[in-house]
């Protein structure tokens, strides 16, 4: 039986300080949550990508879960800073994993850093601005302000899990819950959540990296997830895996169906030659 991971802390300068911990040895795999999230949603596919030979990191987003709160702006173009700076830190290009709007950040860091990338797998992606109303995102930005925002997460999470959910489900929503009625974490989930996708669609025509998009067949997030899942992997020309039973959080819905398809394409990217 292998040891928990000890989580490492890497300083932003004049920032704080973002959470991560490092499993296995081999080509670097970054792992990143979406919004609201924590960096163990990747809990139950990390032990095989693992077993498969690779070095996984796992990280919290900046102001979610073990990272810290003392930032002064938060949202995709941040997390995309934080991504280079984390693979930076290991010293080695990394496909990077990106969950909902870790996905936009992925984008962002591929088409400015290619040489950081290896490759994308994108699950949920947030890759562009949704088609919702002005009000419906302000409608959305008020639910999730302080101080009632861990509340409302709190009602909010199931309807993402739709379809199949993770057999700790209720333990883990608290956690997370937990994690956000901490001072400071509450606001800055808030402050995320004010994030828009424009940079991320602007720079999709400029990565070349090898890229897999993951979607939930039922994923609330969007009208048409087929449809968006097409779009996004088309856009980057990639493949697309349209995963059953499982919303927005394929990773812990259907870890099995997730881990083997992000493991069927690095295999094959391998084969063609990638690292």
């Known amino acids: 039986m292998?040891?928990?991971?000890?989580?490492?802390?890497?300083?932003?300068?004049?920032?704080?300080?973002?959470?991560?911990?490092?499993?296995?040895?081999?080509?670097?795999?970054?792992?990143?949550?979406?919004?609201?999230?924590?960096?163990?949603?990747?809990?139950?596919i990390t032990p095989a990508l693992v077993a498969a030979g690779y070095t996984v990191v796992t990280t919290d987003l900046r102001g979610h879960g073990d990272s810290n709160t003392a930032f002064e702006s938060y949202g995709d173009n941040e997390t995309a800073s934080d991504i280079e700076a984390l693979i930076r830190e290991r010293g080695v290009p990394a496909t990077i994993v990106g969950n909902?709007?870790?996905?936009?950040?992925?984008?962002?860091?591929?088409?400015?850093?290619?040489?950081?990338?290896?490759?994308?797998?994108?699950?949920?992606?947030?890759?562009?601005?949704?088609?919702i109303s002005r009000v419906g995102k302000r409608f959305f930005r008020l639910l999730m302000a302080r101080p009632w925002?861990?509340?409302a997460w709190k009602a909010y999470l199931p309807t993402l899990y739709a379809g199949r959910k993770p057999v700790d489900f209720a333990e883990y929503r608290q956690r997370v819950i937990e994690s956000l009625k901490r001072p400071g974490y509450a606001r800055a989930f808030s402050l995320t959540t004010r994030t828009d996708h424009v940079d991320a669609g602007n720079s999709v025509g400029s990565v070349t990296a090898p890229t897999l998009?993951?979607?939930?067949?039922?994923?609330?997030?969007?009208?048409?997830?087929?449809?968006?899942?097409?779009?996004?992997?088309?856009?980057?020309?990639?493949?697309t895996v349209m995963v059953p039973e499982a919303g927005h959080y394929p990773q812990s819905q259907q870890p099995e169906l997730t881990a083997a398809a992000i493991l069927q394409f690095l295999d094959a990217q391998?084969?063609?030659?990638?690292p």
């Open 213 to 239: 998009v993951v979607m939930g067949e039922k994923d609330p997030d969007f009208k048409d997830p087929k449809a968006e899942a097409d779009w996004v992997s088309q856009a980057l020309n990639g493949a």
């Open 149 to 151: 925002a861990a509340a």
């Open 100 to 131: 909902s709007m870790a996905a936009g950040a992925a984008v962002l860091v591929a088409a400015q850093h290619p040489g950081l990338v290896s490759r994308l797998v994108l699950i949920g992606p947030f890759v562009r601005e949704a088609a």
């Open 270 to 274: 391998t084969g063609a030659g990638q």
């Open 2 to 44: 292998t040891s928990a991971p000890v989580t490492q802390l890497l300083a932003r300068p004049a920032q704080g300080r973002i959470a991560y911990d490092v499993q296995g040895s081999g080509p670097l795999l970054l792992l990143v949550p979406g919004m609201g999230d924590l960096r163990s949603t990747y809990r139950f």
